[in-house]
């Protein structure tokens, strides 16, 4: 069964940091590119950053870059997003997902999604 989980997120003051985790199975995981999104209330899911398998073809949505660090272990199954100088409208649940064809800024070539983990940052 292919299953991807989140967790890491919470409640933090802007400035502050958190650092997200998606556990997966190694059949889902082994050989595919990984992505970070995430959904504000109201709003579409957006892309965050992606991975590709070797840990290379990483990519960041301009509103994130120099701020989150995206990484993985494939010994471990998992991918990390490590969030630095959190904002306000960083506020969403994010979402872990494997890309079917390799990295991509689209949400529509990813194929399995984790049920999102919240991330809220005050003022």
């Known amino acids: 069964q292919v299953q991807l989980v989140e967790s890491g997120g919470g409640l933090v003051q802007a400035g502050g940091s958190l650092r997200l985790s998606c556990a997966a199975s190694?059949?889902?995981?082994?050989?595919?590119?990984m992505g970070w999104f995430r959904q504000a209330p109201g709003k579409e899911r957006e892309f965050v950053a992606t991975?590709?398998?070797?840990?290379?073809?990483?990519d960041y949505s301009d509103s994130v870059k120099g701020r989150f660090t995206i990484s993985r272990d494939n010994a471990k199954n998992t991918v990390y997003l490590q969030m630095n100088s959190l904002k306000p409208e960083d506020t969403a649940v994010y979402y872990c997902?494997?890309?079917?064809?390799?990295?991509?800024?689209?949400?529509?070539?990813?194929?399995?999604w984790g049920q999102g983990t919240q991330v809220t940052v005050s003022s």
């Open positions: 991975i590709g398998w070797s840990g290379g073809n990483i």
């Open positions: 997902a494997r890309g079917r064809y390799g990295t991509s800024r689209y949400a529509s070539l990813y194929d399995y």
């Open positions: 190694e059949r889902t995981f082994s050989g595919y590119a």
